[in-house]
């Protein structure tokens, strides 16, 4: 009911909304298109796009589905180099460009001049606003699917002291930063609960709203048909460090126990520069690269695997692997913001050792993995479809409003 209320109450009001959004990636193309589109439903949006070059459209229209660019800024960048600034960056909270790009000053004063004829200015990812001055916007959502910080407590326990020395000054840098979030922006959007509460731990006091990641529902109830000889498979950028990490271990500390019992099982790898990743030569491993609609070559698989030990925010691969009924075999932190059991919907395995006998499991003993999946299948219908999702967005939209 609440929920009919908020959709009727943003379309008499039909606020204009200004959104800014980098070129994205695939993986954030999902949530970015969808979370415009249910902005669409209550507003006017137009978008801005942070690029290389101010003209630079090439590919945009068709990646955002004829959600027209209002205009696009130039960015350019701005690296922290030299001691000194190095210095000022680890110890000033407040100061600018933190990931070491910035929108020249004219496509500034741009923006600024044009929120007069918005009501509300909406940032995809933190990256994108952090890449004008420390500004503080009134009427604005950032929508931070990875809080950083959290990247970081992640990694703490991996690599060289050097390397462990360096995470621990990054994550003191971000969460200094993450705690002024709520003095530079009216709403705050995470991806999960636990993004939510870690905020709210060390002090974030905005106001803050849980937009999960989701997946597109299918025309029709999917239907599986795996195949023989056995295949597990994984979905994924190679140009994202958690997937290659995730994959190296597995290949390295998972795979060869798998083999011992199930000598003829492959591993299926899908994704931008899967099939120029050099770690997974041979091995009964497939290296597909892209593939432009993976819904047929996932319903082959006996299960996908998520062996992410990196990374921040919530897996898109989850929800779309509940979207096809695949069964899961994933760590805790790939399966994280999902409010999943181990045995419920899929699998959880944080060990090699564990890992590879889940994988053996849902090979030998694939009937108790497809019930898992069936339950995550209705989890997926009520809880992570963007049509289940939209909600959520209008909710943000009135809270930033109503501040």
């Known amino acids: 009911m609440r929920t009919m209320v908020i959709a009727s109450k943003l379309n008499r009001l039909s606020p204009r909304i200004l959104y800014v959004s980098e070129r994205w990636t695939h993986g954030a193309q999902v949530r970015c298109l969808n979370v415009l589109r249910a902005l669409q439903q209550v507003g006017i949006v137009e978008v801005v796009i942070l690029d290389y070059a101010s003209n630079n459209a090439g590919g945009i229209s068709e990646a955002i589905s004829g959600i027209q660019a209002a205009y696009y800024l130039a960015k350019e960048m701005r690296p922290n180099t030299g001691l000194i600034e190095k210095l000022r960056f680890t110890v000033d909270p407040k100061t600018h460009y933190p990931y070491g790009w910035a929108v020249p000053e004219e496509g500034v004063r741009r923006i600024t001049r044009s929120l007069n004829e918005f009501d509300a200015i909406w940032f995809f990812k933190l990256r994108s606003a952090d890449m004008f001055p420390n500004l503080a916007w009134q009427r604005s959502v950032v929508d931070i699917d990875d809080v950083q910080s959290t990247y970081e407590r992640a990694a703490l326990g991996n690599g060289s002291p050097l390397e462990r020395f360096r995470t621990l000054r990054n994550l003191y840098i971000w969460r200094r930063r993450e705690r002024m979030l709520g003095q530079r922006f009216s709403v705050l959007a995470v991806c999960s609960e636990e993004d939510k509460t870690y905020l709210r731990s060390i002090g974030v006091g905005a106001r803050i709203h849980v937009i999960p990641n989701g997946f597109e529902e299918p025309f029709r109830e999917p239907a599986r048909s795996p195949v023989i000889p056995p295949r597990l498979g994984f979905i994924g950028g190679f140009d994202h460090l958690p997937n290659r990490d995730g994959i190296s271990w597995f290949v390295k500390s998972c795979w060869p126990q798998i083999k011992r019992e199930v000598p003829q099982a492959r591993l299926r790898l899908v994704g931008r520069d899967s099939d120029r990743f050099p770690d997974v030569s041979g091995l009964d491993v497939d290296r597909l690269g892209w593939v432009e609609n993976p819904s047929d070559e996932i319903k082959t698989w006996i299960a996908m695997i998520v062996p992410i030990r990196l990374g921040a925010g919530t897996r898109v691969k989850i929800a779309h692997a509940f979207s096809q009924k695949c069964p899961i075999v994933s760590t805790s932190l790939g399966a994280l913001g999902y409010g999943v059991v181990d045995r419920r919907e ?58």
Request: aromatic share 14%; net charge negative.
């Open 346 to 403: 899929m699998y959880l395995a944080d060990s090699a050792e564990a890992f590879g006998r889940a994988c053996i499991n849902v090979i030998c003993a694939p009937g108790e993995a497809e019930r898992m999946a069936q339950r995550a299948w209705f989890q997926f219908l009520e809880k992570w479809t963007w049509h289940a999702i939209r909600p959520r967005v209008w909710a943000a939209v009135e809270d930033c409003l109503s501040s």
